[in-house]
């Protein structure tokens, strides 16, 4: 007796085995070679969205799509790879264009949120000959000016007399009062944000204020925030600020004074959170590793860099801080100070550097929002923002101011203290355009005068140092 002899049913023979067999091996090659398809056609289309990325082609416009007014035009800016920098150094520089805005900057975004925030608590009502004051180097004021011609405000915008010339024409050009006055400490009165609030207070008094009695009444609005300042010229308000009846249609139709307040204005923050970074992370992909920002104020920085982190907590934001700022010390060292106040050689009081718009040596509600979400900074010299400008419109033809220019050096430094080169984005913000500064950053002469060299090489210096460098 054989063990283990099998008794096969009468129908299996060697034919049913040879057609078992080949069905098998058919079933397995066919298994092989769809699945070999499958993997080289997701790979053809992963290839073909990459070289869509990059592909030049115009901004696609949806059909029926009609903004309203000047204000529709505002935010929704392109995000812009930095071909240039992003090819040198191995990772995805994007600029948030801001200078796209109707206004030609990111601060568009800034005036009307704080604009519709007013009008939507109450405290102003359009095309009633109320007027925004505000203390700015330019950008902002700007920026309040086109939104109020738009919404039926009238503006005095107050500003240093060393700005660029340039701001001061385009905010005449927008039927702003212009105000210039000497640099100050913000702990001086004669400092342009406290004038421009001076100016808003004494606004509500003028009309007003016709006899001795009524002189040292004070016509101040309460709003719940001791950043805004609302006046009225109408006599239907309580000596502490309050109202009897909201729909008083005195107080509702007589001229206000408002001080937008940019630097202690939460508005500033929440028109960052609300608006540019969730475009960034939506324009992204939901894919950020860094992001890079100067703070003149601070709600930029703080606005967006606590959304991104809201969404991932590993995204890193970074200070790009100019010579003179104080913030850089801030963030590195818990001090708010720079070496060069003590040097007697300042060449303005503010914050001594020929760029405009970012840095400062004070604390600001909104700077206070966005001091504990920096994990690093890097002070950037006038000569390395100034170099990085010339780069830019040689190597992409960009034509961007100083704060977009330190942005980006920020942006160099960051990546190479990490020794990024495997594809990571880093975004940041190009603020404005050049054409705000051509008298001053743009012009060789102005800069030979104030011995700031102009040698785009420095920017290929930086890109060629090694990986973990303390650039």
């Known amino acids: 007796m054989k063990l283990f002899e099998l008794t096969l049913p009468p129908w299996y023979s060697n034919a049913v085995v040879r057609h078992i067999t080949f069905g098998i091996l058919i079933g397995f090659t066919l298994s092989v070679t769809s699945t070999s398809i499958s993997s080289y056609w997701r790979s053809r289309r992963r290839q073909s969205l990459l070289q869509e990325q990059h592909k030049s082609r115009p901004i696609e416009l949806r059909s029926n799509e009609v903004v309203y007014g000047v204000t529709g ?47 939507r608590r109450g405290l102003l009502h359009p095309h009633t000959g109320s007027r925004i004051f505000e203390g700015t180097v330019g950008s902002t004021g700007i920026s309040i000016a086109t939104i109020a011609k738009a919404r039926g405000y009238d503006t005095t915008i107050i500003m240093p007399d060393d700005v660029a010339l340039e701001k001061v024409n385009a905010l005449q050009a927008l039927g702003a009062d212009v105000q210039r006055v000497r640099p100050a400490s913000i702990v001086d009165k004669r400092q342009y944000v406290n004038i421009a ?7 509500g008094r003028s009309d007003i204020g016709k006899g001795l009695q009524d002189a040292h009444k004070s016509h101040e609005l309460r709003t719940g925030s001791a950043s805004v300042v609302v006046t009225t010229t109408s ?23 408002f001080f937008a307040d940019q630097f202690e204005n939460r508005s500033n923050f929440e028109a ?11 324009q992204t992909n939901s894919h950020v590793d860094a992001f890079v920002s100067g703070a003149g ?15 991932d907590e590993e995204v890193q934001v970074v200070l790009a801080d100019p010579e003179g700022s104080g913030l850089y ?3 590195k060292h818990g001090v708010l100070y720079d070496r060069r106040e003590a040097e007697g050689t300042k060449r303005r009081h503010q914050v001594d550097t020929v760029v405009e718009g970012i840095g400062i040596n004070r604390m600001t509600n909104n700077i206070d929002l966005a001091i504990p979400i920096i994990d690093d900074a890097f002070r950037i010299t006038d000569v390395e923002a100034v170099a990085m400008s010339r780069y830019l419109v040689q190597n992409d033809g960009l034509f961007l101011g100083s704060s977009s220019a330190c942005n980006l050096v920020a942006c160099i430094k960051f990546v190479k203290k990490r020794g990024w080169r495997d594809g990571q984005t880093l975004v ?30 420095i920017i290929d210096d930086l890109i060629a140092q090694p990986a973990g460098s303390g650039v």
């Open 73 to 119: 035009l505002i935010g929704n800016t392109p995000l812009v790879r930095i071909d240039s920098l992003s090819d040198a150094l191995g990772v995805e520089i994007l600029g948030k264009a801001e200078f796209l805005n109707p206004g030609g900057s990111v601060k568009d975004r800034v005036a009307l949120r704080i604009i519709e925030d007013a009008e």
């Open 197 to 203: 609030r001076r100016a808003a207070i004494e606004f």
């Open 235 to 257: 006599s239907h308000i309580n000596a502490e600020g309050s109202i009897d009846d909201p729909l008083d249609e005195d107080l509702l139709s007589k001229p206000r004074g």
């Open 272 to 282: 960052h959170y609300d608006g540019t970074g969730p475009e960034i992370w939506r």
């Open 297 to 311: 104020t601070g709600g930029t920085i703080a606005g967006i860099g606590r959304f991104l982190k809201s969404m």
């Open 329 to 331: 010390n801030k963030v």
């Open 428 to 457: 940041t913000i190009l603020c404005d355009s050049g054409n705000r500064h051509y008298s001053k950053f743009w012009n060789d002469d102005y800069l030979r005068k104030a011995n700031i060299p102009v040698d785009r090489s």
